[in-house]
């Protein structure tokens, strides 16, 4: 079955930098398109990034744009988001998604991002 794998989080201060990893298996990783969304306490979850199945195309919100990279390695099943600048308002529980031409695939369990002091 499809299994989305995330690692990387962690605490980090204002300013400072993490790489979360999803790792993927139970499906064809090259077919699919991969995001990250995060969900901070009492929001809703949002779209932080995506990248298309070949990575010739991604796409970011407006939030993140210019401090975050979505990247993917489909030799090793794995969509990358390289988080630079973090502010405290990154603070969340980010997920790892995948989807096939609009019809979603699977979520992985999350991993906790916390910009602190």
């Known amino acids: 079955q499809v299994q989305l794998v995330e690692s990387g989080g962690g605490l980090v201060q204002p300013g400072g930098s993490l790489r979360l990893s999803c790792e993927a298996s139970?499906?064809?990783?090259?077919?699919?398109?991969m995001n990250w969304y995060r969900q901070a306490p009492g929001k809703e979850r949002e779209l932080v990034a995506r990248?298309?199945?070949?990575?010739?195309?991604?796409n970011y919100a407006d939030f993140v744009k210019g401090r975050f990279t979505i990247s993917r390695d489909n030799a090793k099943n794995t969509v990358y988001l390289q988080m630079n600048s973090l502010k405290p308002e990154d603070t969340a529980v980010y997920y790892c998604?995948?989807?096939?031409?609009?019809?979603?695939?699977?979520w992985g369990q999350g991993t906790q991002v916390t910009v602190s002091s």
């Open positions: 990248i298309t199945n070949n990575g010739g195309a991604t």
């Open positions: 998604y995948a989807d096939r031409w609009g019809r979603a695939l699977g």
């Open positions: 139970g499906f064809t990783f090259i077919t699919a398109a």
